[in-house]
């Protein structure tokens, strides 16, 4: 019987990926922050997003950031910091769809540090970069 890099020899060379760990890192962040920041321009098309979306620019147009409405009614049911957040980021960045999710992207990004140090608690440099 044949070993398995003979039998499968006829596809030629098996490539080496003989980066650095921090090479690696910087690759699949760059490729995470790209995707990330890909879907920031599509429009709010899922219904919950953009009730939220309504929230928060009531809570903008009316100035009340404690009682929360959409149209007439009120909303008792619904976090409210989701929508605090919401109305701070449609104040700094406007109300288009981008400036919804700013704050989510926010989030992502600390949580990609927290996971880090966390990480790094335990691990060397090149290990906790790479979780």
Known sequence: MRA????WSYLGPT???DWPP?????WLLAAGIILLLAGMPLPLTDGVTAFYGKIAKNILASGNWLTLHHSTVQVVDKPPLTFWLMSLSMAAFG??????RAWHTALAAGT???????????LPPQQAALS
């Open 22 to 26: 921090a090479a690696w890192t910087l």
């Open 112 to 122: 990609l540090g927290a996971t880090y140090a966390l990480a790094r608690l335990a």
């Open 4 to 7: 398995d890099h003979e039998r």
């Open 95 to 100: 109300t288009a769809e981008w400036g919804l």
């Open 15 to 17: 490539p080496r990926f």
